[in-house]
């Protein structure tokens, strides 16, 4: 009996032993990464996204211990069209480079395993990236509150790996950055000023010159405004509009009439305000009861319709007119007396022409 006994023993202590060693080897866990997690789960741009990061994939693993809150492809999606970006690396430009990206994954990442059994009420968690993340469980679900103000939702919980667990969400987390302010010639596009790019465009090396130019303010003229200033000139196309105001140089006058050499925000401004262009000629800039109106050298007043857009090297306000500098144009008896066509002025003074000629439209 004693023997049984001992046979007995032995054999259930070798059972004990092969089981837990059958246990460690079939460890979900064990071998597992956050980034082969990640695959598993098709996070394929979030994946993409960390390894565009030298270094970060290593240095999650080498992390003691994570929790990863996971966007989706779709967030990211999402987190494409919100920056106006048309891939990855797109939206790495548009976040200012590969270190922000690194602050954005990092902000994603809480130094220490936090299972959802863990969580009640409202935590804050400080992140790989040093600012915080607020987390929220309620009836409702989890929830993660960014340095945004930006709430995304957790739709799968406690996918654990061999040095932490994550928790997919629905929405790229984003933290207090400094992101890349666009250009002129981006908010031009975002704001669909199509003429405006075209006459930029017309002046040869203008568009640079403003991309380069110091700190500068441009009252930009919307579509509907160079629509009206066509028919106020009579001019089928922008083409023929530069052949009314008397060429490229003078477009390029009337374009710069609207650029002013020094950055002016709205709430920069007095009720009064006169500032000269780089054109070399002033603008009046009006502020009262909250709206900005600007009046150029033939008195005509526009309406600033957005105002304070910030870009690289100053600020663009939306206007609805475009604003006239003096172009000192020749009528039509200065241009014939400067062309030496003495007979037809003559003619002219004899049948008592000047007053209706001088007065007519271009």
């Given at each position: 009996m004693t023997k049984l006994f001992k046979y007995l023993f032995i054999g259930t202590a070798l059972f004990s032993m092969f089981s837990c060693q059958e246990i460690v080897d079939a460890d979900p866990i064990e071998g597992r990464t956050v980034v082969s997690v990640a695959q598993n789960e098709g996070l394929t741009t979030l994946v993409a996204a960390v390894q565009a990061v030298p270094g970060l994939e290593s240095t999650l693993q080498s992390q003691s211990s994570i929790t990863v809150f996971a966007p989706t492809n779709e967030a990211f999606a999402a987190a494409l069209d919100a920056f106006g970006a048309s891939d990855l690396n797109d939206l790495v430009a548009k976040l200012g480079g590969a270190t922000n990206l690194q602050t954005v994954l990092g902000f994603h990442v809480v130094p220490s395993r936090i299972l959802s059994s863990s969580l009640s009420g409202t935590s804050t968690v400080t992140t790989l990236a040093g600012q915080q993340l607020t987390v929220t469980r309620s009836i409702g679900g989890i929830t993660v509150v960014d340095a945004q103000g930006n709430t995304a939702n957790v739709l799968e919980t406690d996918l654990q790996f061999q040095n932490g667990v994550m928790h997919i969400i629905d929405r790229v987390l984003l933290p207090s950055i400094e992101l890349p302010k666009p250009n002129l010639v981006e908010v031009a596009n975002e704001f669909g000023l199509n003429t405006l790019l075209s006459a930029v465009n017309a002046v040869d090396g203008l568009?640079?010159?403003?991309?380069?130019?110091?700190?500068?303010?441009?009252?930009?003229p919307t579509n509907e405004a160079f629509a009206a200033a066509l028919e106020v000139f009579g001019a089928a196309d922008l083409n023929a509009l530069v052949i009314k105001l008397g060429g490229v140089a003078n477009l390029e006058k009337v374009l710069g009439f609207h650029v002013v050499p020094a950055v002016a925000f709205s709430g920069d401004l007095q009720a009064s305000n006169t500032f000269t262009t780089v054109a070399g000629q002033d603008l009046l800039v009006e502020v009262s009861g909250?709206?900005?109106?600007?009046?150029?050298?033939?008195?005509?007043?526009?309406?600033?319709?957005?105002?304070?857009?910030e870009i690289a090297n100053g600020v663009v306000h939306v206007v609805d007119g475009v604003l006239l500098p003096d172009l000192m144009l020749p009528n039509v008896v200065e241009a014939a007396t400067a062309a030496g066509l003495t007979t037809l002025i003559d003619a002219v003074t004899a049948a008592d022409l000047g007053g209706a000629l001088l007065g007519a439209d271009a």
């Open positions: 568009g640079n010159t403003l991309l380069s130019a110091g700190e500068i303010t441009v009252f930009a909250g709206s900005v109106t600007v009046t150029d050298r033939l008195g005509r007043t526009v309406n600033v319709v957005a105002a304070d857009i």
